[in-house]
């Protein structure tokens, strides 16, 4: 494994490349793009790894791509970054923010943001490739650059799979992955094992039966039910999981009826689930379902309540070997300050799909992006909870040095498997 004198050499080219790399995460920012909507994303990255020497496949799944960068005999490393902005309007304030809107998967006009910074993501992959292609003398293998589509909708990395990603490019010796989240620029974040959560996401129709709001002993109310539904679905996490185990239950959508005295015919709940247990997580979807039936049945509905799952994501796990390789490399790189342990996060990923399904060693770690300063503050304050995360509409990283970190991480983590 390499010492960091191969990571060394590669991230001497890093200061002269930093001004534009910042142009670039600007330019992604203010033109982000929804899920399998990231034809311009795409079209920047591989003409950016084309100009570094790249071998380039453009639209695996859909907008999917692949880069080879081969430089002779050793392993290969597959470096991931996703692509898919929000549904979000953007509330930074930022000279760069985003005023683009565009047409959603249902036909809805919708603002778009880069609310959970694939953005920066892309930026660093582009910087770090960019790098490893100027310093071929410092090392030896194949690098593999994945620009995913679609993460958002835990669908892009399943679509590049069944688009024969497995079949059409070598099959990698390792795979890495980093997210930017609401820590410290500048700090980096991991652990072995269970690194983010399951996600499941569902939309719960129910059904009644319509009247004039003056006349309610007509009607079999849903949005009595629904609301009744919502309350006890709370009850999951404080009374059917056990207090050492985890699990997140959140009615994120509650819609029903057009007018004040107009008793609708249905109402519609969409909840995301988290858990970070197989069985928790068995437990959990029971409920719901059971939940879900019996407030319908209590409520005297017309009809079963149909429950249709909108997406879902599995654990994401880092290869206890694989991710000392990484730690050390970043301990002897960045010092011990910079590098903290994290306990599993209770957001969901579909970068897992790729180690998983190929049967590879994966490796997934966190970058912080909130200027430290300000972290500092909201921590002295017990103010943390105000600082915007990953999904907010003022969700936006510092670019320094968070751009810079994020282009270190990638490089130090490929040379702990291809230094010369």
């Known amino acids: 494994m390499s ?3 191969a990571a060394g050499s590669v991230l001497r080219g890093l200061g002269a490349s930093i001004t534009d790399l ?3 995460y600007t330019d992604v920012h203010s ?5 399998m909507q990231e034809r311009r994303t795409a079209r920047v990255a591989a003409a950016r790894l084309r100009a570094a020497g790249f ?4 639209g695996v799944g859909n907008t999917g791509v692949v880069g080879l960068l081969r430089n002779g005999e050793g392993p290969t490393v597959m470096l991931r970054a996703d692509m898919d902005a929000l549904p979000v309007k953007e509330e930074t304030g930022l000279a760069y923010a985003s005023t683009v809107t565009a047409t959603d998967a249902q036909g809805n006009e919708t603002p778009v943001m880069h609310a959970c910074g694939h953005d920066i993501h892309v930026t660093w992959l582009v910087g770090a490739c960019a790098l490893m292609a100027g310093a071929r003398d410092s090392w030896k293998g194949t690098l593999m650059a994945v620009f995913q589509p679609a993460e958002e909708t835990a669908a892009g990395a399943q679509a590049m799979i069944d688009d024969g990603l497995f079949e059409r490019f070598p099959r990698p010796d390792v795979i890495l992955g980093q997210h930017v989240m609401p820590l410290p620029a500048g700090m980096i974040a991991s652990q072995a094992g269970v690194i983010t959560s399951a996600g499941d996401s569902f939309q719960i129709r129910m059904f009644g039966r319509g009247a004039h709001g003056s006349m309610p002993q007509a009607s079999i109310d849903p949005v009595v039910m629904a609301a009744s539904t919502v309350l006890r679905l709370q009850t999951i996490v404080s009374r059917e999981v056990g207090p050492t185990d985890a699990a997140v239950v959140t009615v994120g959508a509650l819609q029903a009826g057009t007018k004040e005295n107009v008793i609708p015919d249905e109402a519609t709940i969409k909840l995301n689930v988290r858990t970070f247990d197989e069985g928790v997580r068995n437990r959990v979807l029971e409920a719901i ?5 019996a407030e319908a049945q209590a409520s005297g509905a017309p009809r079963p309540p149909e429950i249709t799952p909108l997406d879902h994501y599995d654990l994401v796990r880092n290869d206890e070997h694989a991710t000392k390789v990484i730690r050390d490399a970043f301990h002897a790189h960045f010092g011990d300050a910079r590098v903290i342990h994290t306990g599993p ?5 579909d970068f897992g799909s790729f180690g998983t399904e190929w049967g590879v060693p994966s490796v997934f770690w966190f970058i912080g992006g909130v200027d430290p300063d300000t972290y500092a503050r909201a921590e002295q304050d017990g103010r943390l909870s105000e600082i915007p995360t990953n999904h907010n509409p003022k969700f936006a990283p510092v ?22």
């Open 399 to 420: 670019i320094h040095p968070t751009l810079e970190t994020g282009v270190e991480t990638l490089v130090v983590a490929s040379c702990a498997w291809l230094a010369a």
């Open 55 to 58: 071998e380039v496949t453009e």
């Open 22 to 24: 910042a142009t670039l």
């Open 345 to 349: 996060a209770s957001a969901s990923e």
């Open 3 to 5: 010492d960091g004198t």
């Open 289 to 293: 379902t059971r939940i879900v039936n």
């Open 31 to 35: 033109h982000p793009e929804l899920s």
